[in-house]
């Protein structure tokens, strides 16, 4: 039983943070494998560079998740909690990826119906 | 308490919603934190759906496969910015105590997914 929450809003809020960090890792070396025989080595260092942001995310997940219980068990708030920095990192990583997707898709996609013609 | 919700805490990103209002109850800051990693996570898999319908060169009418591509990545790029607006604003309706809204994205979201779908399958019978 969580100290602060029978709820365990904080254990389920790090998880919630570890699940996402496995989603970014998993995504990375799948596409990374994918695009590998399209776009040679650039995909190997892009799935990599993927991979190692997941790693730094599942330990800044931990850092937080330490956070929050700190400041909880002094405070019984999150006025000395976390703030949005690693949500803006987590947010400005999935645009990049976004965008990388998109140019991919476009240039995948219109070469190959292109050259069927 | 060693310190009030409104008292001088350290100074937290982004000061657009920690510089205003009281800190909320933290069961629903966090709840607003894992709405957050859903997006992202949404996000995630809509752009892995669609890079692997190109990428694994699946076998559907070239036109219609590219077109369901590039509707579910563009909504994988779109939902980041739902992820962070969202957050960013439910976070300051908290502090300030006013109704939440709900996301801009979900409805777009929704219809993109079925169109979609609807491309692949039309994809699969004329190819």
């Known amino acids: ?117 | 308490m060693s310190d009030s919700p409104t008292g001088p805490g350290p100074r937290r990103f982004p000061r657009s919603v920690y510089g205003t209002g009281t800190e909320p109850d933290p069961r629903f800051s966090l709840a607003n934190e894992r709405t957050f990693l859903a997006w992202i996570r949404t996000s995630l898999a809509l752009l892995a759906a669609g890079v692997a319908l190109e990428g694994l060169d699946l076998a559907l009418q070239p036109g219609l496969r590219l077109a369901a591509s590039v509707v579910l990545v563009l909504l994988g790029v779109l939902a980041p910015v739902q992820a962070w607006r969202g957050w960013a604003r439910d976070e300051r309706a908290m502090r300030r105590g006013v109704p939440l809204a709900s996301p801009t994205l979900a409805s777009p979201l929704t219809a993109g997914v079925g169109l979609a779908g609807l491309l692949v399958l039309l994809g699969l019978l004329l190819r």
């Open chain 1, 1 to 117: 039983m969580s100290r602060f929450d029978p709820g365990l809003q904080p254990e389920r809020t790090a998880l919630a943070w570890r699940r996402t960090a496995v989603s970014v890792l998993v995504g990375s070396a799948a596409g990374g494998r994918l695009l590998a025989g399209q776009l040679g080595a650039g995909a190997v260092v892009l799935g990599i560079a993927g991979c190692a942001f997941a790693v730094w995310l599942h330990a800044a997940a931990g850092a937080r998740a330490r956070r929050t219980s700190r400041a909880l068990a002094r405070d019984g708030h999150l006025g000395r909690g976390p703030d949005g920095r690693v949500l803006a990192l987590t947010c400005a990583f999935s645009v990049l990826v976004g965008a990388f997707a998109v140019s991919v898709v476009l240039g995948h996609g219109l070469s190959g119906i292109l050259t069927s013609r």
